[in-house]
């Protein structure tokens, strides 16, 4: 015991005085900088990004548009005013693509995400969207994904009659509903076929989203990232490697089951088989070589894993704030009753999903509130670059830039001061004006969910369309209130709505 705390001294030692001596190395000096001793105290101290940056980054960057920020053991440019986020995603030649695998070799991240297609640049992007791209915006079936949100919502009300008074947990089923939807969609799996295999996923893909590093871990590696390449030197220095070998062996292994011949279809029922789906597609262009394994498995992973984290988190949001307003939760609703009669439901067209303005205006305000992916450095320069009219010392070539989602998200000098409340109406109040005010906000860098420009993602209007399947089986089946009697704990991982696991009362409709 009295090594480790030695151990735990020398650490602390050792990171306070090699961050010392980085403050006159600034890549922004014209912006202000956060003290690296800050970003390590939040980290020791197990804050969210979310309540990091409202502590410590939200009173500088509001004011100046961006910082200097300690980060992987580097100096890094983080934007959060519009103008500037707009320089970074329109300059692409200059501020260019890069991932984990170069900032962070070592690390349990670049080891899950390897080269992507998220965080590719040039002529091997090109090649990744060649491939990628026809799977993510073909036209889908809906009636698999309504079956699934169909089924969320049995599932939760079944739940809850066999624990009657009490509150149910819906985090444990919407993870449950974002696997199934994504092995539908993406790996051609019906849920039938994955029923024996989701357990061992759910877990896998829990335990990554709660972080893949201890305490320790982090402090040190935040510091000097490089020492990931030795895990021996740590205390349970193998423990992120464990979590994402466990995940990625997961994904592999539906990945492999698609590749199988599905059982044969009865005479009367259509064969389930569809290779324009993203793994068959990934699975040709592996066979004739047009990837290699590595960039396979690379792109396989990132994508299932910002996909399922990406809409189960949304939809917990939109949940959660329509749980604290009951009022804006029966508009909805009755919204949905409306326009979606009941001869309509069981086979509603996007186009009708479309003509809710309240609907996609739940959706967007969610994605704004609650962004997923709420920041991520992950451009460098290729050139010394200004950043801003009012700057006058460029950033050096290779400096990392990233941006804020959630920052400019809830900027009032951005979306007024209500910027940090749950308003669907600030989106408009008919279909056009919700649509012009959505891509208005994207262009202008002012909207993020889906980052913008020439890089916006390939699959947003499938989310979007997941998203609003998933709140329409919801609210005709389905009423739901906060449990009084449930004591909540506050999330230290990620943006989660606020608290969790979130415990409802729920009633049938």
Known sequence: MFFIAVFILAVCLAVISYTLTTLNNLP??????????????DIVAGLSRAESYDRRIRPIIEKHGAVNLWHAGRWVVLVARPELVTQVFRNDE????????????????????GVNIIDSHGPLHDS?????????????????????????????????????GSGVEIQHLTLDWAIEVFAESFLDLSPDRIAEHRPGVHEAMHRFVSGVSTKLQALVYSVFPGLERWPWLMPSGDYGIRIVDTLEARIRNLAEIASQDPSPAAP?????????????????????????????????????????????????????????NPTL??????EVLALLPANQQAGYAE??????????????????????????????????VCLGSASNRPLPTGTWVGWHAYGTHTDPGVWGPSAR???????????????????????KGKYLP??????????????????????????????????????FELVKVGLRPGFGPERWLLSIV
């Open 28 to 41: 922004a000096p014209d912006f202000p900088a956060i003290p690296p001793w800050q970003t390590l105290y």
């Open 94 to 113: 200059i501020f260019i693509k890069g991932g984990n695998i170069q900032k962070i070799p070592y690390s349990a991240f670049a080891r899950i995400f």
């Open 128 to 164: 990744f969207t060649e491939i990628i791209k026809p799977s993510l915006q073909r036209r889908f079936d809906l009636d698999p994904l309504r079956s699934s949100s169909k089924q969320l919502a049995q599932s939760l009300l079944l739940q809850q009659g066999c624990q009657p």
């Open 268 to 324: 009367h029922q259509p064969s389930h088989y569809d290779n324009e789906k993203l793994v068959h597609r990934l699975r040709r262009a592996l066979e004739r070589g047009d990837i290699s394994e590595d960039h396979f498995r690379g792109n396989l992973n990132q994508l299932f894993i910002a996909a399922v984290e990406n809409i189960d988190i949304v939809l917990n949001s939109a949940m959660w704030e329509l749980e604290k």
């Open 329 to 334: 939760q029966d508009r909805l609703r009755q």
């Open 351 to 384: 186009s009708e999903l479309d003509a809710l303005p309240l609907l996609t205006a739940t959706v967007y305000e969610a994605l704004r509130l609650y962004p997923p992916l709420i920041n991520l450095i992950n451009r460098s320069t290729t050139e010394p």
């Open 421 to 443: 409340e749950f308003d669907p109406d600030r989106w408009g109040s008919d279909p056009v004006s919700i649509r012009n005010t959505f891509r208005s906000m994207q262009v």
């Open 450 to 487: 889906f980052t913008t420009h020439a890089r916006r993602c390939l699959a947003s209007k499938f989310a979007i369309t997941v998203l609003k399947i998933a709140l329409c089986e919801m609210l005709v089946a389905v009423e739901w209130q906060r449990d009084p009697e449930y004591k």
